[in-house]
Structure formats: C-alpha cells, structure tokens
C-alpha cells in the first residue's frame, strides 16, 4: 500500500521515533561485576538476552512466597513485565530450590546459571535464592531504574556462591539522632543489595530513647526528647539547661517495629535491637531517677559532646533487675529474632565505686572489683533472656561474664579482645573501631564533611579480616562474622549517613562475604566504580573516595628504593616531581615504579576526570 501524496512524510519519522523510544533502549554487558565476589565465576563466549518476553518462573517455590513477590514486583519496577510460568522452558528466569540439599551451598548460597536458553537460579533455601537474585540485578545497568530496557544482554556464565561468615552486619545508631522509618527501610535497602544479613539497631544511649515503652511510659514521654540546637556543630552543642523546652527527638512505635521488622525479614535481614545497661543511662535516669546511686543526682537527656559517660544504672538497687528484666520482656515482644543486644561498653564505675548499695552487693556476691558486679548484671540479663528462648549479644568490656554458650560478644575495642573472647570459647562478631567505625573520616579531613576520630579509608576496611593470621585454628572457629558501626553523634541528615556508608559498605560485604583467596583489591577498586553508578541512579549519596595516593617503598640497592605509587579510586592519574617543585599537569605521570635514592622528597598530586584533587602530598624516601 502507498500512502497518499498529501501525506507528512515527516510524520512518519516522528511516529517511527516514540515507536522505538517506547521500546527502550538495548544493553550488552560486556562482564561480570558483583560485589561482594562470588566463590566461582566461569564465562563463556555465548550470551542471553532478556526482554519483555521471557518468562519468570518459581517451580517449586509459590508465586506467593515472600521471595517471589519480592522478585517479581522488583523486576517491575526495573520496567521488566514478565509473564509468570507454571514450568520451566526456554527464555525464562527460573528461581527453584534444591531437590536435595547441596552442601556446599548451605543455607544461603546460590547458583546462578546465565546460558542461551534462559537463566536459572537455584539454592537450599529462599534466602539463597533472594541472593542470587541480587547477583542478577547487578549484572542489569546501573541506571535500569531510571530508564527503560527493552533488551539486555547477558554473557553465559555460572556463578556458584556462598558467604565465608554467617554474620554480615550494619549498625545504626539513633539515639544521637533519629531517623524515620523510611530512612531505615533506604538502609536495609542497601543492606541487602550487597547480601548484608545483621541489622544492629542502637535504640538507647544517653542522647535518647528511641522505642515505644508501654511498660515504663517515662522512657517516652521523657527519655525520647532533649533540647533543640539546630545546626550547631555536636562538638559545640551546649549542655542540658534546665527547664528548657524538650522538643529534639521521637521513638519507634510498635506499629513502626512492626513494618520494620517485616521489611527487614522480606530482604532476609534480621534485626538486632540493642538496649544498652547498664551505662550510657542518662535517658533512663532523666526518666526514672530512683535508678540511680546518687538519688539527688539532676539528670538530663544528654545534648551534644557528653565525656565522660557517667550516667549508670545502680546495680545494688534491688529494683534495677526486675525493672531490666520488664524492658527486656518488652523488647522481646516487638522483635522476634533469636538475639538482643544489651550493650555493656564504656560503663565508668565511679559512682558504684562511691555507692553503699553497689558496695554492699559486691560484698554480698564475694566480687572482688566492679568490673564483675558489671559481669553479674550482665549474667542476669543473659539467664533471663536464655529463659525467654533468646540470646544475648554483648559488647567486649562484658565478655568475661557467665554467658550463655548460644551468647555473642562483639569485639570493638580491637581484635586482641576479639581472640581473647573466642579462645575463652565464646562466639565472636570482630568489628574493631580502627576498620569499622564508619562515623570516622573516609578520606582527607580538610575536604570531608565534619567527623570523628581517624580516617578509615575504602581500602582500609577492604584489608579487615576477621579472623587476624596469628589466630589459633580451633578459636577461628568461634568468630562468626563481623559488622560496620554507624555512630551518629555527627550525622544528623540521612544523607550524610548514606555518604559515610557507601562505598565502604561494599568493602565490608566482600571482606564479610567472599572467600579471603578471592578478594583482589585492583579488582575490587574497578567494580566500585561501576557500581557508584549505580548508587546515583537511586539517588544514594556517596563519597568518591580518598585521593591520597597509595604509597610503597622497598631497599632496591644501596641508598635507592623502589617506590610504587597507586590510587584508591579507579580512574585517578598520579602526576609526580622528585625535585622539590609543585606537581603540575605538565610533570611526569607515574605509569611504573620508580628507583628513587634515599632522602628524595617525592611530591605527588592526584588528577580525577581533568580535575586535581585535594592537595599535594609529599614523601620522603626512607
């Protein structure tokens, strides 16, 4: 058929436009990048493609599992439609569960199968199958849910997979600052894209009590709120002043407990809420002063910089046990997970040392210092929580307590007290402050947003093993994962706890994740760069990184080193003089190591996308 003369031609082009706008556009992804590394990667030359006409298929699983309508409500939303299948058959994403359990895999591994025909994911369990499918998604574009695709392309390959550590964990403080329910859920969101499996939810602190306390209503309507200081910076937040107006802060209701806790379980997540006694007390105190030593003590909801902790619970008040154990009822009514956290770090012990009751108890008990009347708290809420069906996590100033063999400690304050604790026979989470502490500073401070402590760079938290080398064998045994620590005292916008999350977090989820012979840090830096796109398609704020150059020298001959240089960011060009000047875009680019004598000063400046970044920094070799 011809078309009349008076026709618009060029309509004819418009029309062919949105028709193959509407389309989407076409992708071919040239490799396999997952973060955290699989076990097992193998290509092949061969490729699949995805479009709006395969199939998605759940053969032995349910289309009403809590997995499938996970996967299939997050392929609609990366603009994939699919079709459900009641049977396996070509160009089809099947998701099945082992016939019979393949040990290997365990409870939460996978195999991902990507061949001409279709793409299969099979696993142990539901939360294997949930992993595989994040390893899937992150082989899609990074924008996939911004823009429409009608067609990707996916090499063939098997990706067999399972973690090194049954602990994967995120914490979150909220007692310094709190965070709404959607801000948790972005959290969790994050968590488990990278197979994140350990929500570490810090509830209490002396900055606020964060959840709804039907039992002990002061906590609330009291311990919830301190003072408002606006944007001051927290180092300069004036103290508590009396009689001051109490409108900073809020808690979780049952009801928002609830979807959270749901949300988590559909990402395979578990929530560990933490309560933390006996120290860090001052929310409970300003609510419930007859829990202290000092009855005419004045206390407050902490506002800013608060050192040291002083705030502590009586532990010879013979009210303080049935009061925890009531808490501990509460809190076990809201989160059904198998552990509670009761915190027990950086508990001073002035005041009990100055306290008749305290005194009394440690004689009453034959405890020789208050370090053991703290172990003898700790060992009561521990029985309580044991007689209640769940267990205790508690921080590593506690771990010489009379625990429960089910019991964790969690070791901060170094490794060292990590192997102490497993060598004792105890179940141990590593997560040591100087690789963990994610509130500290990721990069040079003069250019980084206001922060605490020291400068836990990506590559840094990249190096962390939970399990050091000078480790025994049998004790290695009892370590059973780690986790990064998000304090908030400077954090108080949400974007700012995603920018100090990310992409450290991806560091920790293979440190935690992939076997310690697969983890290859040229190749871990590459991916990282990818998958911050990824990160702006979804609106994730992130840091680009540390641009201090990475340096390492070794005796070559003589007074002369070898030095090689190299950068934590992908992409970053090193421009180097050895004679004293400023390093210019017109001076030499290091492209291999350099002989240099002892003594030279080497001044060396980073270039990203044209740009010089931070500052020139100088080593002398030695």
């Known amino acids: 058929m011809s078309l009349h003369i008076g026709f618009p031609f060029w309509l004819v082009g418009l029309l062919l ?84 359990v ?14 001409p025909s279709g793409i299969r994911v099979s696993a142990n369990s539901e939360t294997g199958l949930f992993y595989g499918f994040q390893s899937l998604v992150q082989m899609l574009p990074a924008d996939i849910g911004n823009v429409r695709y009608s067609k990707v392309t996916l090499p063939e390959c098997t990706v067999i997979d399972y973690p090194r550590f049954a602990w994967r964990g995120c914490h979150l403080d909220v007692s310094r600052h709190f965070f709404p329910v959607k801000y948790i859920k972005r959290m969790l969101d994050i968590m488990a894209a990278y197979k994140m499996n ?27 709120w301190r003072g408002e200081r606006g944007d001051v910076l927290w180092q300069e937040s004036a103290p508590p002043v009396a009689g001051e107006a109490q409108s900073y802060g809020g808690f979780y209701s049952r009801g928002d407990v609830e ?25 409970i105190l300003a609510s419930y002063p007859n829990l202290a030593c000092n009855r005419d003590g004045d206390f407050s909801v902490q506002t800013g910089p608060y050192w040291p902790p002083s705030a502590v619970l009586c532990a010879g008040n ?41 005194q009394a108890r440690m004689r009453s008990l034959r405890l020789g210092n208050e370090l053991q009347l703290q172990q003898w708290v700790a060992t009561q809420l521990s029985e309580h929580l044991a007689s209640i069906g769940r267990h205790a996590v ?47 500073y990721q990069a040079n401070p003069k250019y980084q947003p206001q922060a605490i402590g020291q ?24 370590i059973v994962g780690g986790q990064c620590e998000l304090w908030t005292e400077y954090i108080n916008r949400w974007a700012q706890a995603e920018y100090m999350l990310l992409p450290r977090l991806c560091a920790m989820s293979e440190v935690l994740w992939t076997p310690a012979h697969r983890k290859d840090w040229a190749r871990f830096r590459a991916k990282v760069e990818s998958h911050k796109l990824r990160f702006a398609a979804l609106d994730y704020n992130f840091c680009e990184g540390s641009f201090k150059p990475l340096v390492k020298m070794s005796r070559h001959q003589g007074d002369s080193f070898t030095v090689s240089v190299s950068s934590e960011i992908e992409g970053t060009y090193v421009y180097y003089t050895t004679d004293g000047t400023m390093p210019t875009l017109e001076s030499p680019t290091y492209v291999e190591p350099l002989v240099l004598k002892e003594g030279t000063m ?12 931070e500052e020139v920094y100088d080593y002398v070799i030695k």
């Not at 393949?102 to 061949?115: F, K, P």
């Not at 009514?333 to 040392?353: A, K, Q």
């Not at 938290?461 to 004790?475: I, L, R, T």
């Open 17 to 100: 436009t949105l028709t193959l706008s509407s389309c989407g556009r076409s992708y071919v992804a040239s490799e396999v990048s997952i973060i955290p590394e699989p076990v097992s990667v193998t290509t092949k030359a061969r490729s699949f493609t995805l479009s709006n006409h395969t199939k998605v298929c759940f053969p032995n699983l349910g289309q009403n599992s809590k997995t499938a309508r996970y996967i299939t409500k997050s392929l609609r939303q990366l603009h994939f439609h699919l079709k459900l299948s009641g049977r396996e058959q070509g160009n089809s994403i099947v998701f099945t569960i082992n016939d019979s």
């Open 102 to 115: 393949d040990d290997t895999l365990g409870d939460e591994g996978y195999v991902l199968e990507i061949r």
């Open 198 to 224: 350990k929500f570490h939810w810090h509830l209490t602190d002396d900055h606020g009590w964060r959840l709804e306390s039907q039992r002990y209503p002061l906590l609330n309507t009291v311990g919830s």
């Open 259 to 283: 979807e959270i806790v749901e949300y988590a379980a559909l990402l395979h997540i578990d929530v560990i809420p933490e309560i933390d006694l006996p120290g860090h007390a001052s929310a």
């Open 318 to 358: 013979d009210s303080l046990v049935p009061f925890l154990f009531g808490l501990i009822d509460e809190v076990a009514s809201m989160f059904p997970g198998d552990y509670i956290h009761i915190g027990g770090n950086e508990v001073l012990f002035d005041e009990w040392e100055l306290c008749p009751r305290c």
């Open 394 to 440: 508690v921080w590593d100033e506690v771990a010489g307590a009379s625990l429960a063999d089910s019991d964790i400690v969690m070791a901060w304050r170094g490794q060292e007290s990590g192997i102490e604790a497993a060598a004792a026979g105890r179940k141990v989470v590593m997560t040591p402050s100087d690789f963990c502490s994610f509130d500290y």
């Open 455 to 478: 400068t836990i760079t990506l590559a840094k938290v990249y190096s962390f093993d939970p399990v050091p080398k000078e480790h025994s064998a049998a004790a290695s045994t009892m």
């Open 602 to 613: 080497l001044r060396l400046r980073s270039v990203f996308n044209g740009l010089p970044q």
